[in-house]
């Protein structure tokens, strides 16, 4: 079966630096990677999606890669801010990719210092 | 106006208890979801519905029971709640089926605990 996994631990990581986020998927080879953001006691908020033929996504300062090869995206937020601070969830459409269905990390906790 | 609302927002109950959480879109999505997230913050499908018909139902206990009067509300009805129940329970929406094509919209979550 389809496994996403995401570094568990939480990243720390200084206000104005750049955060970077990994995403590596198994056995599968999905047609669109999402990314969502996650605040305690409150639901996902979409920020980005990739298509495979795709090798780079950008929004404002969030820049996402998707590497069919590796099997892996990365997801990179600039110039970080304390507001920045969340949990981020990757998500991948599984087989047949006609239900609607994601499949989601378990996140990794971003915390940034000022 | 909020795109995605349930209720309520926090249920507390004993184990043995059957009780309703609803969810209401005002996106004009075909497509709605319900979510489980448990303790260790996996987020997990439950079911999904695209114009009140059943296309997901993964292997959730048949306690759970799903229903979709219209496109823009689906509820979830959990009979004989038990322990390992208690979770955050979220309902989603999007555009339409096209697999990972198009992004969901999360309601703020049901916190869910069995006593």
């Known amino acids: 079966s389809q496994k996403i996994e995401q570094n568990s631990e939480a990243l720390n990581i200084q206000e104005g630096k750049t955060a970077t986020l990994t995403c590596n998927y198994t056995n599968y080879s999905p047609a669109y990677l999402q990314w969502y953001r996650q605040d305690p006691g409150r639901g996902p908020v979409f920020l980005l999606l990739i298509r495979e033929n795709e090798k780079e996504k950008r929004k404002e300062r969030l820049k996402v890669t998707f590497d069919t090869t590796l099997k892996q995206s990365l997801f990179h937020i600039t110039a970080s801010q304390p507001a920045d601070s969340a949990t981020y969830l990757c998500a991948l459409d599984p087989p047949p990719g006609n239900t609607g269905k994601l499949i989601f990390g378990q996140g990794t906790t971003l915390q940034v210092k000022p | 106006d909020t795109a995605v609302s349930q209720t309520p927002k926090y249920l507390v109950t004993q184990m043995g208890n059957d009780k309703s959480i609803k969810c209401e879109q005002n996106l004009g999505h075909d497509t709605m979801y319900w979510y489980k997230q448990d303790s260790k913050k996996f987020l997990k499908i439950m079911f999904s519905y695209n114009n009140k018909e059943l296309i997901i139902n993964e292997t959730v206990p048949n306690r759970f029971s799903p229903k979709s009067p219209d496109k823009a509300h689906l509820n979830l009805h959990i009979n004989s709640l038990e322990l390992g129940d208690s979770a955050v329970y979220f309902c989603?929406?999007?555009?339409?089926?096209?697999?990972?094509?198009?992004?969901?919209?999360f309601g703020p979550g049901t916190r869910l605990t069995v006593t």
């Open positions: 989603a929406s999007s555009p339409g089926l096209a697999g990972g094509a198009y992004e969901q919209y």
